[in-house]
Structure formats: C-alpha cells, structure tokens
C-alpha cells in the first residue's frame, strides 16, 4: 500500500459508522482512518496501540504496546506467559514476514511424562510450555521498532499498575473458568477473584506483580522475562509443582522468523501463518479447491453450498491435522495438500454424498483442541502501510491457570496441543517441540498491495470462520460488515465410529435450511445465540480501500474495537 498521505489538520477523529445488512444478525461498526488504525480485543488495548502510532511509533512499536496491554487487560486470553503468531507486511519492500513465537516444549522424558494424569496435560505447571510471546516481540521490534523498546513496553506496564476494567463479556469468561480460578492456585486466585469472588463488570484490576514484571521486561529487553528473577521464579514454581520448564529452557528459547504459507485465489494471494500452525493446512486449501465453483444463485449460507463446503471440508479438516507439526517437512506436506492434484482429490470426494463414517482417522487429534481455546487478535496498520495481523494465545482460558509467585503471569497449557498416542506424528510431544496449534493471521493481497487483513480466535472454529467470511466477500462480494456480521457457521468432523457429520451455527441460522441441511445428511446443531461469542468468537479486520483510506471492523461477539486518525 503506497503511504498515506497526511491530512492537512493534523490528526482526525475516526469515523465511526454503522453497518447494518437486512439479513444480518450481528451489527459491525466500522470505523474510518486516514493514517493508521488498530483493532484489537479491548478498548484499552486498542487506546494503547493508538497512542504509539500518533506518537510517531510504527506498526510493530504499537503491536509490542497492544500485545502487552491484551496480556493485561485479557488475562484468560493471552499474555506473556502464551503465544504469539505474528504477520508483518512490509510496505517498503512489499513482503510479508512471519514471527513464529510459539510456546515449545520444556525438558522432559516422554515416557515419565505419559504416566502422570492425564489432567496434568491440561491444568496446573505440568501442562505448561516454555512461553514464546515476550521473545516474537523483541525479534520483531529488533528488526523493525522506530521507537525504543521501553516506550513501547511502558503503556502495558502502566496499565497494570492502574488497572484494566472488566467488561460484560470479559466476565463471562471469568465466570467460564470459576472453577479453574478457584482450583487450588492462590496467586490465580490474588488477582482474578477478588474477595475470592468473580469481578463484576466495571471493576477496576491491578495486577503491580505484572507491572514489575514488564518493567523488568521494559528495562532489559527480552532477558528481562527469561532470565533474572522473572525467569528465576517461574523455573522456582516449576521446580516445585512438577514442571518441565527449566533455566536452560527458557534462556535458549528464540522466536524465529520464517516465509509465510499461501495460495492464489480469484486473483488474489491469500497469506497465512506456517507450520506449527495448522489452521491454514485446512482453510487455504479448501479454499482452493472451491475456487472453481459457480455455487449456483444461492447465497453461501442456502443449505446446497454448505453441503457443498461441507463435503470439502470432511477431507480438508482430517488431512491438516494428519501431517502438520513443529519439523521441517511440515512444510513440504503443507505444500502437498495445496498442489493441483490434492486439490483434485479433494473435489472428487466432496462430490461424493454424505456417507456414514465407520472407521477413525488417525491424524493425533488431541481432545481438548476441541474446547475454545482462549485466544485474541488483533491488526495494526501505521502511516506508511506496515501491517502487523497478529494472534496470541494461552492454549485455554486462562491457560495452565496458575501464577508463578510474584510475576503476576498467567502461564499457557499449550502441553495439551500435542499428540501422545503416535510416537510418528510430527505432533508428537518432545522437549524444544513448539505444539501445533489453529491460530492463522491472515493476509489478502491483490498484485502485492493489500486488501484485507483478519483473524478470529476460537480453536477449531478459527478456520472455518476464516474460510466462511473470505468467501463471503471473495466470492459473493458482500461488504465485510456483512460477511463478518452474518450467521456463524462450522463443520463438526467425526473421527469415532457412529459419530454424525454436524453442521453447527448460531441460532439465526434460517429453520429451512436446517431441515434442508438434514435432509442432506447432516446433523444440525444450532448452539448458541447470535452474537453470543462463546463458541462463534470475534473476527477482527482491517479493509484497505482504493481510495487509500482504512476501514477497521470489530465484531462485538467478543470485546473488540476499532479506532484509527
């Protein structure tokens, strides 16, 4: 994107505007920039990253204040002790690179491992990784940070020290998690249940432990968190609460810098997060493999394109997980399930009916991937065109829910993300493994300039809602508002016997397609309310329009929002 030129007042208030479609369930507000813009998981988050970029900061100074302010103000969602995928176009050069700052694997001995509770793969220090977002951040801003690392760091340190509010739907994944929260770890428990009870909406939290904890971060970059007494007392915890995290573990923890993955489209040149993230394996090439449909005259969500999709995306899903990992060929086989005769495959047998399924695959399907994983995104473009598109994690709400003593950081439980049943899978638990995970940042560009940005948490549901809302305005042209804004959907892929294909939406899903859905082979399940945001999370997107202006959509499914100058 050439740069954007600079309005002759100065700074203008971002335009918020309303959008509403006739059909549309959830409304989507976008809002209007001229020079830069940020979206991102709470107001506050947001406010943070804005600040930077009017301050003169870039994109990846006011990714490293968002990053870290979510961390503070969405605790259950991700944080220092998480994940980070992170996108960034370079508009001098027009490339895209990814920071891979996934949690790896600390040190353990498999076999030892596989003979504790299975519980202990999901709570508490022995489902812990070794955290990867403190370290994305500081080899992303080593690389492309104009402001210095502590001004970037400080907004989050402040708001720690002063308080996040919780907001209405903040508290609903409190109240998710009550009984995590209140499972036996104290320092969780200091700061998220207050008087030991659930923080009502409007409450002000301070967490001075994560303020310190960041102003160390703040002061000596990213040693700050992996060694010193930050790194001490998380290593202290593991050592007595049967973690797998040792110093030498998080001392030679590096995020890496790598190519992204992606496909042409209609046109366009769809980019996505590699291997340890397997999301993109499912979406980019069901994506594909429906580019040469003409879907009839119905709209994409009429009973026979769901159908469609759905057959699609039976073999898609299965194929993602069965060869995607933290190794080398990940990548190679990435590139397999996208060539033309993969594609081919894939089209012939979405051209088959809905048969009953009679055997499991084995593709190393861990169980609680299929829980909503606790996840945020956001998207930051600067003045001169620089993207971040970036997602972040704690595996599931509130992680490992638990707090090494005095860093006031929600670990990750991102050990639950592995494989423990095939020695061969390239999800396999091993020590320095990063687990794979569903998290995709996305790009779309159109002859090397972009056109959108998105990403959306919510575990399985991330690629479908990626695929549902890119189709929706790819291919049916539908104003993103619209796509973002309509009936949620997914697909439910069995992989036991006597389990049924399961088409799952919210609940304005229209009745005649439903029963039309059913008479086609498909279970329906209507799960939640419109707009809920539970299952169907908050898609969150930035539209890059021709005239050089930026349009920020926040779905209000989670607590999102948009501001831009």
């Given at each position: 994107?050439?740069?954007?030129?600079?309005?002759?007042v100065?700074?203008?208030?971002?335009?918020?505007?309303?959008?509403?479609?006739?059909?549309t369930?959830?409304?989507?507000?976008?809002?209007?920039?001229?020079?830069?813009?940020?979206?991102?998981?709470?107001p506050?988050?947001t406010?943070?990253?804005?600040?930077?970029?009017k301050?003169?900061?870039?994109?990846?100074?006011?990714?490293?204040?968002?990053?870290?302010?979510?961390?503070?103000?969405?605790?259950?969602?991700?944080?220092?002790?998480?994940?980070?995928?992170?996108?960034?176009?370079?508009a001098?050069?027009?490339?895209?690179?990814?920071?891979?700052?996934?949690?790896?694997?600390?040190?353990?001995?498999?076999?030892?491992?596989?003979?504790?509770?299975?519980?202990?793969?999901?709570?508490?220090?022995?489902?812990?990784?070794?955290?990867?977002?403190?370290?994305?951040?500081?080899?992303a801003?080593?690389?492309?940070g104009?402001?210095?690392w502590?001004?970037d760091?400080?907004?989050?340190?402040?708001?720690?020290?002063t308080?996040?509010?919780?907001?209405?739907k903040?508290?609903?994944?409190?109240?998710?998690?009550?009984?995590?929260?209140?499972?036996?770890?104290?320092?969780?428990?200091?700061?998220?249940?207050?008087?030991?009870e659930?923080?009502?909406?409007g409450?002000?939290?301070?967490?001075?432990?994560?303020?310190?904890?960041?102003?160390?971060?703040a002061?000596?970059?990213?040693?700050?968190?992996?060694?010193?007494?930050?790194?001490?007392?998380?290593?202290?915890?593991?050592?007595?609460?049967?973690?797998?995290?040792?110093a030498?573990d998080?001392?030679?923890?590096?995020?890496r810098?790598?190519?992204p993955?992606?496909?042409?489209?209609?046109?366009?040149?769809?980019?996505?997060?590699?291997?340890?993230?397997?999301?993109?394996?499912?979406?980019?090439?069901?994506?594909?493999?429906?580019?040469?449909?003409?879907?009839?005259?119905?709209?994409?969500?009429?009973?026979?394109?769901?159908?469609?999709?759905?057959?699609?995306?039976?073999?898609?899903?299965?194929?993602?997980?069965?060869?995607?990992?933290?190794?080398p060929?990940?990548?190679?086989?990435?590139?397999?399930?996208?060539?033309?005769?993969?594609?081919?495959?894939?089209?012939?047998?979405?051209?088959?009916?809905?048969?009953?399924?009679?055997?499991?695959?084995?593709?190393?399907?861990?169980?609680?991937?299929?829980?909503?994983?606790?996840?945020?995104?956001?998207?930051?473009?600067?003045?001169?065109?620089?993207i971040?598109?970036?997602?972040?994690?704690?595996?599931?709400?509130?992680?490992?829910?638990?707090?090494?003593?005095?860093?006031?950081?929600?670990?990750?439980?991102?050990?639950?993300?592995?494989?423990?049943?095939?020695?061969?899978h390239?999800?396999?638990?091993?020590?320095?493994?990063?687990?794979?995970?569903?998290?995709?940042?996305?790009?779309?560009?159109?002859?090397?300039?972009?056109?959108?940005?998105l990403?959306?948490?919510?575990?399985?549901?991330?690629?479908?809602?990626?695929?549902?809302?890119?189709?929706?305005r790819?291919?049916?042209?539908?104003?993103?508002?619209?796509?973002?804004?309509?009936?949620?959907?997914?697909y439910?892929?069995?992989?036991?016997?006597?389990?049924?294909?399961?088409f799952?939406?919210?609940?304005?899903?229209?009745?005649?397609?439903?029963?039309?859905?059913?008479?086609?082979?498909?279970?329906?399940?209507?799960?939640?309310?419109?707009?809920?945001?539970?299952?169907?999370?908050g898609?969150?997107?930035?539209?890059?329009?021709?005239?050089?202006?930026?349009?920020?959509?926040?779905?209000p499914?989670?607590?999102?929002?948009?501001?831009?100058?």
């Amino acid at each position: 994107m050439a740069p954007i030129r600079s309005c002759l007042v100065g700074f203008v208030v971002a335009i918020a505007v309303a959008i509403r479609g006739e059909a549309t369930p959830v409304t989507i507000v976008s809002v209007a920039a001229t020079h830069g813009i940020v979206v991102a998981g709470h107001p506050q988050a947001t406010a943070a990253g804005l600040a930077v970029l009017k301050s003169g900061g870039n994109a990846i100074d006011a990714a490293v204040a968002t990053s870290l302010a979510l961390g503070v103000a969405e605790p259950y969602a991700s944080g220092l002790g998480g994940k980070l995928m992170l996108l960034y176009f370079e508009a001098a050069t027009r490339k895209t690179y990814v920071v891979d700052a996934m949690d790896a694997c600390g040190s353990l001995n498999v076999v030892d491992y596989l003979k504790r509770p299975a519980a202990d793969r999901s709570y508490g220090y022995g489902s812990a990784c070794v955290p990867g977002l403190a370290a994305g951040l500081w080899l992303a801003h080593r690389k492309w940070g104009a402001h210095p690392w502590a001004s970037d760091v400080e907004p989050a340190v402040a708001l720690a020290e002063t308080g996040f509010a919780v907001l209405p739907k903040s508290r609903e994944f409190f109240d998710e998690q009550l009984k995590k929260l209140r499972r036996g770890d104290p320092e969780i428990a200091r700061w998220y249940l207050p008087n030991g009870e659930l923080p009502a909406a409007g409450t002000i939290l301070r967490n001075p432990d994560l303020a310190t904890t960041m102003a160390l971060l703040a002061t000596h970059g990213r040693d700050g968190f992996y060694r010193g007494p930050v790194g001490a007392a998380i290593v202290a915890a593991m050592g007595k609460n049967g973690g797998l995290v040792t110093a030498t573990d998080l001392a030679n923890y590096e995020a890496r810098l790598v190519d992204p993955v992606g496909i042409t489209f209609h046109g366009f040149e769809i980019q996505s997060t590699p291997p340890p993230s397997n999301g993109s394996a499912m979406f980019l090439p069901a994506l594909k493999a429906l580019e040469d449909e003409s879907f009839g005259a119905g709209p994409l969500r009429s009973a026979a394109t769901l159908d469609l999709i759905g057959r699609v995306w039976r073999s898609a899903e299965p194929a993602g997980y069965r060869v995607i990992g933290d190794a080398p060929e990940s990548r190679f086989y990435f590139e397999k399930l996208i060539a033309p005769d993969a594609i081919r495959e894939l089209r012939a047998k979405a051209a088959l009916s809905l048969p009953p399924r009679t055997e499991a695959a084995s593709i190393g399907f861990p169980a609680i991937e299929r829980a909503v994983g606790a996840t945020t995104h956001f998207i930051i473009v600067d003045s001169h065109g620089n993207i971040v598109c970036a997602t972040q994690s704690l595996s599931v709400h509130f992680g490992a829910g638990v707090v090494p003593p005095g860093t006031g950081v929600v670990l990750n439980n991102s050990m639950s993300n592995f494989d423990f049943d095939d020695p061969k899978h390239l999800n396999y638990v091993a020590a320095g493994r990063r687990p794979r995970s569903t998290i995709s940042p996305t790009l779309v560009l159109r002859g090397g300039r972009p056109v959108l940005a998105l990403g959306v948490p919510g575990s399985t549901r991330i690629p479908t809602s990626l695929l549902e809302v890119l189709l929706d305005r790819l291919v049916w042209n539908r104003p993103l508002a619209e796509a973002i804004g309509d009936t949620r959907f997914h697909y439910i892929i069995p992989w036991k016997p006597g389990e049924e294909e399961t088409f799952e939406a919210e609940q304005s899903f229209p009745a005649t397609q439903a029963n039309a859905l059913r008479a086609l082979g498909w279970k329906v399940l209507l799960s939640e309310a419109a707009g809920q945001g539970k299952k169907f999370s908050g898609l969150n997107a930035v539209e890059f329009n021709a005239d050089g202006t930026l349009s920020g959509f926040a779905d209000p499914r989670r607590s999102n929002t948009a501001a831009g100058y």
